[in-house]
T-cell receptor
């Protein structure tokens, strides 16, 4: 089983739609979780951290479910500029500073 | 520009040649990472440094790969006797001690390696 798994998509949604991505992780002892965004041919950039209680940043909401070992990202009122690949990132417990990336979920927002 | 910078942006080489990439992290960041990314995949961890100490190296990394960070500032990644399978984007990232120990990475634009 991969350490971090994501549905590759693509998710093709109209502008204004709400879309959600899930990501599962294999190590129950992982403590740090993030969503990164990567535009085509660009480097990944931190979108948001994921906290146990769930957190929101504008149109983006991240949640963590430790019991089922998954994290989610919800995007409301999708914009064309949200089109990108969303990478789920989890730390390796034996090494707090080692972050493992999922393969990414591709989102296409159409007019 | 105070971000992470990588050089070169692109490298084309013939199989069997050696290549070296450079990364300059954000100046106050003490941790530096190298990742490799191929099309359709997420970044794959290669190695990381805390200051000048290389603390971890991926088991997937063969002996042909070596990384250094001699003065705890810039880092180099060398690939010896390149193979076609080494073709990928090599990404460098840096981070600093964050509140609560949370690790947030800032990436450079990467070096795209093509091995012919």
């Amino acid at each position: 089983r991969k350490e971090v798994e994501q549905d590759p998509g693509p998710f093709n949604v109209p502008e204004g739609a709400t879309v959600a991505f899930n990501c599962t992780y294999s190590n129950s002892a992982s403590q740090s979780f993030f969503w990164y965004r990567q535009d085509c041919r660009k480097e990944p950039k931190l979108l948001m951290s994921v906290y146990s209680s769930g957190n929101e940043d504008g149109r983006f909401t991240a949640q963590l479910n430790r019991a089922s070992q998954y994290i989610s990202l919800l995007i409301r009122d999708s914009k064309l500029s949200d089109s990108a690949t969303y990478l789920c990132v989890v730390n390796i417990p034996e090494s707090s500073y080692k972050l493992i990336f999922g393969s990414g979920t591709r989102l296409l927002v159409r007019p | 520009d105070t971000g992470v910078s990588q050089d070169p942006r692109h490298k084309i080489t013939k199989r069997g040649q050696n290549v070296t990439f450079r990364c300059d992290p954000i100046s106050e960041h003490n941790r530096l990472y190298w990742y490799r990314q191929t099309l359709g995949q997420g970044p794959e961890f290669l190695t990381y440094f805390q200051n000048e100490a290389q603390l971890e190296k991926s088991r997937l990394l063969s002996d042909r790969f070596s990384a250094e960070r001699p003065k705890g500032s810039f880092s180099t990644l060398e690939i010896q006797r390149t193979e076609q399978g080494d073709s990928a984007m090599y990404l460098c990232a840096s981070s600093r001690n964050a509140a609560g120990g949370e690790e947030k990475l800032f990436f450079g634009s990467g070096t795209q390696l093509s091995v012919l």
